[in-house]
């Protein structure tokens, strides 16, 4: 049956190429995790350490540890914890560093809201995991400076960034490819993506005692999670097209039509969840219906042998490399439109999309995944390798593609 073999491959492919690899190549002794590797595997013990990756880590090893209880994924998820909260964390001004050095002392010092969401999304996770209160407080924290200094009171929506005193920085962007935007849809859904954590995290807490924890704690974060699902559905969202927005001024004028596929498949799943999370039927059902759309939307990058190219350029060029990223969350999207977005009792719509996704996840079994150890970072345009990019580094992490094997499972486990 589709659903058996498949979900065994998802598995295998988690236990046996993707978390082996993090924690036998990445971990480093001294603390945290090895900042790079690069596209043929030789390691920089000196690379600096980010935010973003330390922190995806340490939600993969949570997540792991809580489908499939093996306690050795709660160690290395114990390990990374451990790193952000004695160095990451900004103990005089609040919020989080960008990075640090080898060794743990700050190096990028600027508030940039994106990672301090990715921080809240592992230490969500982490305390879901360990049951270890102190590291849901912080979590808490940092929901509150991302509220106290990226929220946009008059304009709505949340900034990219401040610097490290939360003053107002000049360069705003995440990378070199960004538009150096004042509000984008990247960090929107990042910070959406750890406060729906968050939001879990504390609900668990609350019916496990924690005292700190009462009902206006949940409200507020329930409430910033409708605050930022009505964003998506009301102004991020192309009414017309149904893709995503990817750059915005502070009054919230587009800066082109660029497409990114990818960024709308894993938003299209992601907003459902939010919708199930703060748990509105009406909020369900509408948000059912957007995110439907931009799923379809989406699949205009998808091509015949089941990956999704990059993005189209404002200018129409189309980036046809096939990144690891984009295809993880090609196939949850997928799935999401068999599982949510199907009549239940029409089968041949189920198994379209049950096949469709397959289709995209043998693509990555054939192509993206390294037989030593985690997945490549693209396939370039003209179907080669991309060994220049790094296997391992500031944005190459364990998240997408150990997310896709996790929530895949779990959606497949539903057809059984």
């Known amino acids: ?17 993707i978390l082996p690899y993090w924690m036998e190549k990445m971990k480093d002794p001294s603390g945290g995790y090895y900042g790079r590797r690069d596209g043929h595997d030789h390691l920089y013990e000196d690379a600096p350490k980010g935010a973003i990756l330390q922190a995806r880590i340490l939600w993969t090893f949570s997540a792991a540890y809580n489908a499939l209880h093996d306690s050795e994924y709660l160690k290395d998820a114990k390990h990374a914890y451990e790193f952000i909260r004695d160095h990451f964390i900004d103990k005089e001004n609040g919020g989080a560093y960008w990075s640090v050095s080898a060794d743990g002392n700050p190096l990028d010092t600027k508030k940039q809201f994106y990672a301090i969401a990715f921080i809240i999304y592992g230490l969500s996770e982490y305390y879901i995991a360990s049951n270890d209160q102190e590291a849901l407080k912080p979590a808490y924290d940092l929901f509150g400076s991302i509220e106290d200094h990226a929220l946009d009171k008059e304009k709505e929506g949340y900034i990219e960034a401040a610097n490290c005193d939360w003053s107002q920085i000049e360069d705003m962007r995440l990378s070199e490819r960004d538009a150096n935007a004042s509000k984008t849809m990247n960090t929107h859904l990042h910070i959406l993506e750890g406060y729906t954590n968050l939001l879990r995290a504390l609900r668990m807490a609350k019916e496990r005692g924690v005292v700190w924890v009462t009902d206006s704690e949940i409200e507020k974060v329930k409430e910033a999670n409708v605050y930022l699902l009505r964003i998506f559905l009301d102004r991020i969202e192309n009414h017309e097209t149904h893709h995503l927005t990817l750059f915005f001024d502070e009054d919230w004028n587009k800066y082109d039509d660029a497409e990114s596929y990818g960024h709308d498949i894993e938003a299209s799943w992601l907003l459902l969840e939010t919708a199930y999370v703060i748990g509105d039927d ?5 948000t059912l219906e957007h995110t439907q759309l931009i799923a379809l939307a989406a699949l205009k990058g998808r091509r015949e042998d089941g990956s999704m190219i990059y993005e189209m350029h ?14 993880a969350e090609n196939v949850i999207g997928q799935l999401y439109l068999a599982r949510f977005h199907s009549d239940p009792e029409e089968d041949a ?23 030593e150890g985690e997945w490549f970072w693209s396939i370039k345009a003209d179907g080669s390798v991309n060994r220049d990019d790094d296997k391992a580094g500031f944005w ?7 997310r896709m094997c996790l929530e895949s499972i779990n959606i497949l486990n539903s057809f059984d």
């Not at 190459?396 to 150990?402: A, M, T």
Request: glycine share 4%.
């Open 1 to 17: 049956m589709l659903t058996k073999s498949f979900k065994e491959d998802l598995e295998k492919c988690l236990r046996k190429n």
């Open 282 to 286: 009406k909020l369900i059902a509408e």
């Open 349 to 371: 719509e189920i198994t379209y999309w049950l096949k469709s996704a397959h289709e995209s996840w043998q693509f990555i079994a054939d192509n993206l995944i390294d037989p």
């Open 396 to 402: 190459k992490c364990p998240y997408h593609n150990s």
């Open 314 to 327: 404002g200018d129409g060029r189309l980036d046809e490399d096939r990144h690891w990223w984009v295809q």
